[in-house]
T-cell receptor, first 115, second 110 residues
Framework: DTEVTQTPKHLVMGMTNKKSLKCEQH?????MYWYKQKAKKPPELMFV???????INESVPSRFSPECPNSSLLNLHLHALQPEDSALYLC??????????????FGPGTRLTVT | QKEVEQNSGPLSVPEGAIASLNCTYS??????FFWYRQYSGKSPELIMS????GDKEDGRFTAQLNKASQYVSLLIRDSQPSDSATYLC??????????FGSGTRLLVRP
């Protein structure tokens, strides 16, 4: 089973709203990722959590705040977003250790529109 | 700047033909290579991973890796219209970050 789930599927929010994206995996993976993908572009890495600790922040603006409550869950808290933040937000997970365990499996994504 | 280069396409092939997708990468120390398929409006789906020089086959898909030439390819045999998608090449860099190419759009004509 290589399933990563994400909620909600779609989200429309105003620039003053606060919302959260949720991601869950039950594969025992110990690394979880947030990516942002704009139309006709590849995914761009935002954050990496390894063993529930933030290990990589790709200089993401503070209006995006990640959280990893436990090894299965990953949240992305959104506040005061800009219209240019509208994109597909993807969560992924992978195991750690041997090179083969870095295979990343993506969830279906949350389509975010900021108005 | 670590780079992964792909021809953006579209690559158009007739149904039943072999589709050949190519990718080059700049980070010589990379050890892990992946191909993802992404349908329009959907998330990337991992279809192949390859770690050693040579060929790796899985059903109609064959991944080929040549580390000396820093070149990865994906062959799709007996292409079907349902294979029409964007194919993303991805390379794991020395920081364990996945670096994606810009993707090649494949169109399989019925």
């Amino acid at each position: 089973d290589t399933e990563v789930t994400q909620t909600p599927k779609h989200l429309v929010m105003g620039m003053t709203n606060k919302k959260s994206l949720k991601c869950e995996q039950h594969m025992g993976h110990r690394a979880m990722y947030w990516y942002k993908q704009k139309a006709k572009k590849p995914p761009e890495l935002m954050f990496v959590y390894s063993y529930e600790k933030l290990s990589i922040n790709e200089s993401v603006p503070s209006r995006f705040s990640p959280e990893c409550p436990n090894s299965s869950l990953l949240n992305l808290h959104l506040h005061a977003l800009q219209p240019e933040d509208s994109a597909l937000y993807l969560c992924a997970s992978s195991q750690k250790g041997q090179p083969s365990s870095y295979e990343q499996y993506f969830g279906p994504g949350t389509r975010l529109t900021v108005t | 700047q670590k780079e992964v280069e792909q021809n953006s396409g579209p690559l158009s092939v007739p149904e039943g033909a072999i589709a050949s997708l190519n990718c080059t990468y700049s980070d010589r120390v990379s050890q892990s290579f992946f191909w993802y398929r992404q349908y329009s409006g959907k998330s990337p789906e991992l279809i192949m991973s390859i770690y050693s020089n040579g060929d790796k086959e899985d059903g109609r898909f064959t991944a080929q890796l040549n580390k000396a030439s820093q070149y990865v390819s994906l062959l799709i045999r007996d292409s079907q219209p349902s294979d029409s998608a964007t194919y993303l090449c991805a390379v794991l860099d020395s920081s364990y970050k996945l670096i994606f190419g810009s993707g090649t759009r494949l169109l399989v004509r019925p």
